[in-house]
Structure formats: C-alpha cells, structure tokens
C-alpha cells in the first residue's frame, strides 16, 4: 500500500508539468508577444481535461466501497 501511495504522489507531480496544448494553438500563441494568454489557455485545457478524470475515480472508489462492503457482509 505504501509503494502505490508513493508511486501515486510521483505521477501526480509530472502531470502537473504536462503542457496540454494542440500543436496548431501553440502555435498562434506563442507568436504573439503577450504569453500570458497561452499559459491561460493551457490551465484552462488542463482544467478541462482533470475534471472528466476526477468524476470517474470518484465513481470507481464508491463502486469499490460498496463492493468490498457486500463482501464482508456475506462473509
């Protein structure tokens, strides 16, 4: 179990530098000269991109919790 946490913690920290963006709107936004609308585009496609991600481990854990609960109510 602590092996999983500690492998967990590490993937999360390298997504965290993951760069989100397409090649085409890298492209349109780094040649202008303001990089503060990239870097809001890019939190913006990663924000979008994590929440699908959250709902679908929420739901995993609570499909999970009821499952191992059954189990040990048979046993």
Known sequence: ???KGI???ITF??????KAQ????????ESGEDQSAAEGINDGIMFLMVVPYILVAVI?????????KSKRVKK
């Open 1 to 3: 179990m602590k092996k």
């Open 7 to 9: 492998i967990s913690i």
């Open 13 to 18: 920290f390298f997504v965290l530098q993951a």
């Open 22 to 29: 397409c090649a085409m709107c890298r492209a349109v936004l």
């Open 60 to 68: 995993g854990f609570y499909v999970y919790r009821t499952f191992s």
